[in-house]
């Protein structure tokens, strides 16, 4: 079932995501994350399915997003395959096919992956 709703400019669908997805989303909303969007990369990657991608406002708060999402995924069986960072503009957490990027504002603003994969669907997950 996919549900449309207009967010500013943007269509976003609401559709049924992986549980990693979920899970990252839970786990990024539990540590006040900014702006947190998930593209769905299934129709224009062949081998990426999500990008989940947030914002943390400073150091201290991207290694702790990074924390808690690498916690609530080993809590549910998921391991990450690799981990570019930390750093205190950018961490990637790779889960195969499920990608969180934890940004600052400025590496955010500057590398612009939304805009990058614009071709991707922008869906909304809401935190459980």
Do not use: C
């Not at 947030?54 to 391991?79: C, M, Y």
């Amino acid at each position: 079932m996919t549900q449309l709703e207009r967010k500013g400019e943007m269509l976003q669908e609401s559709v049924i995501v992986p549980d990693e997805v979920q899970l990252i989303v839970d786990a990024l909303d539990d540590k006040r994350a900014k702006d947190i969007v998930v593209l769905d990369l299934t129709g224009v990657s062949a081998s990426l399915d999500y990008f989940v991608i947030a914002t943390g406002e400073s150091s201290l708060q991207l290694r702790a997003l990074e924390d808690s999402v690498r916690e609530r995924l080993k809590e549910n069986g998921f391991k990450p395959r690799g981990v570019e960072g930390p750093s205190d503009r950018w961490v990637l957490i790779d889960f195969g096919g499920v990608v969180a990027h934890l940004m600052s504002p400025d590496a955010r603003g500057f590398y612009d992956i939304e805009g990058l994969w614009a071709d991707a669907r922008r869906v909304q997950v809401t935190p459980a």
